[in-house]
């Protein structure tokens, strides 16, 4: 192989591998400072109606086959991003609730930015932001002491508490098991959110 062309190139700041916590993921291939900008997270950008279309056929799909991947993200009232397209590396990106990364929103373009120093090796992850009305469809396997054991939204851990209380009250009933095989993420409203670099956050 002719090394000529990684001479030029900037080292790259993400190598994309094998992850154990799900699938395919996104690491570090060098020290990243807080702040640094890692990877566009690329998509299509789509209406709200367009969206809504589209996540209930994944939803449909998820039913039939099983297996759907929502990569569908909230900017603002009027646009979301739909990230399912090949040259988009940041849709490998695992979610954790204890995330290195952060998605921000700059006029609807969404970058991945190191949330804290990352060390070359680590696994690159963000807080999918999902909406707590969907938590059942997203069990979380991050692994992180902090994991809230779906992935949900920060600000709605405080529900998602009181509802995994309810239903560990419940307990004897047999839970409603909504679990996707192999999905990483689906739901109608299961859309991803980012933090606003322009005060939009959603
Ligand atoms: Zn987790």
């Given at each position: 192989m002719s090394r000529s062309k990684l001479k030029t190139?900037?080292?790259?700041?993400y190598e994309i591998r094998r992850s154990p916590i799900h699938g395919t993921g996104v690491f570090a291939a060098r020290d990243l400072r807080k702040g640094e900008r890692i990877v566009e997270y690329r998509g299509e950008l789509i209406s709200k109606e367009e969206s809504e279309r589209r996540g209930l056929a994944l939803m449909e799909k998820a039913r039939r086959d099983g297996g759907a991947s929502v990569y569908i993200f909230t900017l603002d009232d009027e646009w979301d991003l739909d990230g399912?397209?090949?040259?988009?590396?940041?849709?490998?990106i695992n979610h954790s609730c204890d995330p290195n990364c952060e998605a921000w929103n700059y006029d609807n373009r969404l970058f991945i930015e190191a949330a804290r120093d990352i060390r070359k090796g680590e696994e690159l992850g963000f807080n999918?932001?999902?909406?707590?009305?969907?938590?059942?469809d997203h069990p979380c396997r991050?692994?992180?002491?902090?994991?809230?054991g779906y992935i949900v939204a920060r600000e709605e851990w405080p529900k998602l508490r009181r509802a995994l209380a309810a239903r560990e009250r419940a307990a004897g009933k047999k839970a409603a098991s909504r679990k996707i095989a192999g999905g990483r993420a689906s739901g109608p409203s299961g859309g991803r959110s980012a933090r606003g670099g322009s005060g939009s956050r959603s």
């Open positions: 190139a900037a080292a790259p700041a399912d397209q090949p040259d988009n590396d940041a849709r490998l999918y932001g999902f909406s707590f009305d969907t938590w059942e991050c692994g992180t002491a902090q994991c809230a």
